[in-house]
T-cell receptor, first 114, second 113 residues
Framework: DQQVKQNSPSLSVQEGRISILNCDYT??????FLWYKKYPAEGPTFLIS?????DKNEDGRFTVFLNKSAKHLSLHIVPSQPGDSAVYFC?????????????FGTGTRLQVTL | EPEVTQTPSHQVTQMGQEVILRCVPI?????FYWYRQILGQKVEFLVS????????KSEIFDDQFSVERPDGSNFTLKIRSTKLEDSAMYFC???????????FGPGTRLTVL
């Protein structure tokens, strides 16, 4: 059951350049999308989110783009910094039920090199 | 800044034993969750909890699992009879509203021998 997919297990980017992390989903009921960053032996840390009524959300160096027709979202990090090196998870939720569970992708390991 | 805390950070147990994983969600949050991540795999939803009852549970959350909010601050996950395949990182999360973003704790690494 891969409702959220991150097809690139890893990505290497030079410091100062743009990092683009991609995520695809299949469930059209998803209406809220989040990106989490995770370091080893730590819990996921929230980065940025986007509601399905928007197509872009920006927060400092991080921008998330949502293409609903393609069921695709991406996270842009500009400029990339060495401290951004971590595993990035895309997650989605649907406004059904009492509490919204998150469905996670498999993650993309970002390595920012000097 | 408020954060979700979890204890213990690492729990080692023998197969068949009961374990209780503890979480203290952010104080004004009303929705609570447990997720797990088996090594090398993605983070998977286990259960959500609101108003002192389970809202939703996944197929993983079978009769061996239970959750409880024994007091105003703690949220626990109990595994009655652990199996080898229960070895994973278990993350607690909480959110202020149903559709708000979820804040995660640092996790408990459960090792079943």
């Amino acid at each position: 059951d891969q409702q959220v997919k991150q097809n690139s297990p890893s990505l290497s980017v030079q410091e100062g350049r743009i990092s683009i992390l991609n995520c695809d989903y299949t469930n059209s009921m998803f209406d809220y999308f989040l990106w989490y960053k995770k370091y080893p032996a730590e819990g996921p840390t929230f980065l940025i989110s986007i509601s399905s009524i928007k197509d872009k959300n920006e927060d400092g160096r991080f921008t998330v783009f949502l293409n609903k027709s393609a069921k695709h979202l991406s996270l842009h990090i500009v400029p990339s910094q060495p401290g951004d090196s971590a595993v990035y998870f895309c997650a989605a939720s649907a406004a059904t039920g009492t509490a919204s569970k998150l469905t996670f992708g498999t993650g993309t390991r970002l390595q920012v090199t000097l | 800044e408020p954060e979700v805390t979890q204890t213990p950070s690492h729990q080692v147990t023998q197969m068949g034993q009961e374990v209780i994983l503890r979480c203290v969600p952010i104080s004004n949050h009303l929705y609570f969750y447990w997720y797990r991540q088996i090594l090398g795999q993605k983070v998977e939803f286990l259960v959500s909890f609101y108003n002192n009852e389970i809202s939703e549970k996944s197929e993983i959350f079978d009769d061996q699992f239970s959750v409880e909010r024994p007091d105003g601050s703690n949220f626990t996950l109990k595994i009655r009879s652990t199996k080898l395949e229960d070895s994973a990182m278990y993350f607690c999360a909480s959110s202020e509203t149903r559709t708000a973003l979820q804040f995660f704790g640092p996790g408990t690494r459960l090792t079943v021998l």
